[in-house]
């Protein structure tokens, strides 16, 4: 019996532990802002970088709804492979006391991908597919220069 009770507890045990690590390893974006502490998100597109597109949010709404759009989504520690040619969609808020932020999303298959904030020492996967959230936002599209393309490194 006490055998039984050892065997058993020890499977609780790593349940447990399991269930534990899984949670873990789930994190989300929290944007160290509010969205009224914003005046404006750039939007950027782009498979070659030489060929980037922007948009520039200025609805308060719009701004308001991107940014719980990306801290509505799910993302973990998990491990991916690079895709050569694949879509990167980023985003760089500008906050009303001149500070940035960058957001910088790189698709690794259909509707999914990696992301990486600014100050972030990682970047996590998601299966959001913010690539989509381009066409959300009805603005004027601009071409963009290579150099004004967020870059985390």
């Avoid at 020890?10 to 989300?28: K, N, Q, Y």
């Avoid at 009303?96 to 990696?114: C, F, H, L, N, P």
Wanted: aromatic residues 10%; charged residues 25%.
């Amino acid at each position: 019996m006490k055998k039984l009770l050892l065997a058993l507890a020890v499977i609780l045990g790593l349940l447990l532990s399991l269930s534990l690590a899984s949670c873990a390893r789930t994190v989300s974006i929290e944007l160290p802002f509010e969205p009224a502490d914003l005046d404006w998100v750039e939007m950027f597109r782009f498979q070659n970088p030489a060929q980037a597109e922007k948009k520039v949010i200025t609805d308060p709404a719009d701004v308001k709804d991107l940014c719980n759009l990306l801290e509505s989504i799910s993302l973990k520690d998990k491990k991916t492979e690079p895709v050569a040619g694949g879509s990167v969609t980023s985003f760089r808020f500008h906050c009303t006391d001149g500070t940035t932020y960058e957001v910088i999303y790189s698709a690794i298959a259909v509707k999914s991908g990696r992301i990486k904030m600014t100050g972030w020492e990682t970047d996590y996967f998601t299966s959001a597919d913010l690539g989509a959230c381009w066409n959300n936002y009805d603005y004027p599209v601009a071409d963009a220069v290579e150099s004004e393309l967020p870059a985390l490194y």
